[in-house]
């Protein structure tokens, strides 16, 4: 199974008379994120075409991304919906009547939650390593596990973000071994030219 990756941002709340709406953004295209810091970690962009095959058929959305809270709403049922427009995947979400969701939802209206988060796993990305700072540009998402509430972004100062340091690093090390594959081939095959060169150099 692929790397399951979460990330934040804005949670907004629909005042209707009646009932409990919550709206926003669970992931916005084209939004350079740091992730980490400077010293030990990188910037990522989600393509505007990450969400074309993405698998999205029963999402639940979550309280901390925990099994352990009551699901607040879930595609399944239709009381949560996903849309992706031209600036992300938004959200609409209309909470049943249970103890659990008018906590929440009070939460929400007091401003004491007002950040998203959504996991998911990628099926495509590349990598530009020219710059002091790599830079991730997420292509594909293979899967949308969930869209959470949050109340504690490990990086607030971030528009989405939840991310370990130590989950960075192991992305970094991951690259590395990539590159480090990539730059034996091609010694490999600078070697075998100049063999060949040499063999062809002797017979002549």
Do not use: C
Request: no cysteine.
């Amino acid at each position: 199974m692929k790397n399951k990756e979460i990330r934040m941002s804005d949670l907004k709340l629909e005042e209707t008379e009646g009932k409990m709406i919550l709206e926003g953004y669970a992931l916005v295209f084209e939004q350079q994120t740091l992730i980490g810091d400077e010293e030990r970690g990188f910037k990522e962009i989600i393509d505007r075409t990450a969400l074309a095959d993405t698998l999205m058929k029963d999402v639940p959305m979550k309280y901390n991304h925990t099994d352990n809270y009551l699901i607040i709403a879930r595609t399944k049922n239709k009381s949560l919906s996903l849309e992706v427009d031209n600036i992300g995947l938004k959200i609409h979400a209309e909470l049943v009547d249970t103890d659990s969701n008018r906590d929440i939802y009070k939460m929400v209206r007091s401003g004491l939650l007002d950040k998203m988060s959504f996991s998911f796993s990628v099926s495509k990305q590349t990598w530009d390593r020219s710059e002091k700072i790599p830079v991730r540009r997420i292509l594909g998402i293979e899967r949308l596990y969930d869209v959470s509430i949050v109340d504690l972004p490990a990086y607030d100062g971030t528009s989405i973000y939840s991310r370990s340091l130590e989950l960075a690093d192991a992305e970094l090390k991951a690259m590395e071994l990539v590159d480090n594959e990539l730059t034996e081939k091609e010694n490999k095959k600078k070697t075998e030219l100049i063999r060949t060169k040499i063999h062809i150099k002797s017979i002549i």
